[in-house]
């Protein structure tokens, strides 16, 4: 059974640093495209990155374009979200989440699969 687990979230002052880890169980994570996903308080939930089953396809909102940096390494089964450069209104619940691609390596419109997610707040 695929299981998502987030890490690396925290509490970090404007300008900073974090690494998000989303650790992969339960499949073999080369099959599958992930996204990061996040959810401010009495805010929708927003697509951040995503990155396709070769780590060659990435994409990012234009709020965290430049700032955040995508990454893969398919046999530790982790996905890497750097995120620099952090602004207040980067402070949300981050969720990483998977879908079976396949041989497909495009990041999808849908995931079905969603991790419990992990608090990013950015305070001075």
């Known amino acids: 059974q695929l299981q998502l687990v987030e890490s690396g979230g925290g509490l970090v002052q404007p300008g900073g640093s974090l690494t998000l880890s989303c650790v992969v169980s339960g499949v073999t994570l080369d099959w599958y495209a992930i996204g990061w996903f996040r959810q401010a308080p009495g805010k929708e939930r927003e697509k951040v990155s995503c990155?396709?089953?070769?780590?060659?396809?990435?994409n990012y909102a234009d709020s965290v374009k430049g700032r955040f940096s995508i990454s893969r390494d398919n046999a530790k089964k982790t996905v890497t979200l750097q995120m620099n450069s952090l602004k207040l209104e980067d402070t949300a619940v981050y969720y990483c989440a998977a879908e079976w691609m396949g041989l497909g390596d495009i990041c999808p419109y849908r995931y079905d699969h969603w991790g419990q997610g992990t608090q990013v707040t950015v305070s001075s």
């Open positions: 990155i396709g089953t070769s780590g060659n396809i990435t």
